[in-house]
């Protein structure tokens, strides 16, 4: 599957009225879905609206990331009215789509109420290397002086590392430890694993990101 650069035009809106009716063209894409499953296991967030009604997505990364947060961009350039920009309050950058109920339903997915957890379903819905690459490319990193991959699933607690573990086995034949530390747990993929990981992942990896996956590299 080839990664869209660019998708659509920097769209200007010019009162609620259009916006509205801006909003109910938006029809998600199957790479955009992609994207959403695999960031929402790693840095990407969903904010619910006023309304309750929609959501929206939220990148933020730190302002080294800035040629990943504007790939990122790239990818929802139609769901987005400004550019990525940098906030110096915390040395980020970053940008927010548009609200809307495709959002909120895969919200309704991934969260309970605030709190982020893994679907129970996981395994029919996380198919697809690109959000394996996704999600490896926001919270994963290898070990420079050993052939392993680790991922910093550590918001999900053991019940939802098991379902992480299952899926990776059942729909990427990715085997993983489940290990823990004072921060949680989180799941290691050992030499085989961690080559094989990154075979798959490797055609949507970024420029910018291949130093995390230095030691896997032939």
């Not at 959000?131 to 002086?145: E, F, H, Q, R």
Request: proline share 4%; charged share 20%.
């Amino acid at each position: 599957m080839a990664i869209p650069r660019e998708v659509g035009k920097q769209i200007k809106l010019t009162n609620t009225r259009q916006l509205r009716e801006y909003k109910k063209t938006l029809k998600l894409s199957t790479i955009q879905k992609e994207f959403l499953f695999g960031t929402l296991l790693g840095d990407g967030c969903l904010i619910t609206s006023r309304s309750g009604k929609s959501a929206r997505l939220q990148v933020r990364q730190s302002v080294k990331q800035k040629d990943y947060v504007c790939w990122k961009h790239s990818l929802f350039k139609d769901w987005v009215l400004t550019q990525p920009r940098e906030d110096v309050s915390n040395n980020s950058f970053y940008f927010r789509t548009l609200s809307h109920p495709d959002l909120m339903e895969i919200k309704k997915l991934f969260y309970l109420g605030n709190k982020r957890l893994i679907p129970s379903n996981i395994s029919d819905i996380f198919t697809s290397p690109f959000s394996l690459a996704v999600w490896m490319m926001d919270d994963g990193n290898g070990n420079n002086k050993r052939c392993c991959y680790r991922i910093s699933s550590y918001g999900f607690g053991i019940k939802g590392n098991l379902l992480l573990q299952e899926c990776l086995q059942r729909n990427f034949s990715l085997p993983t430890s489940l290990y823990q530390d004072k921060k949680g747990f989180y799941l290691y993929f050992a030499k085989t694993s961690a080559i094989r990981l990154y075979n798959l992942i490797n055609p949507y990896i970024l420029p910018c990101l291949q130093y995390k996956f230095a030691s896997l590299t032939p």
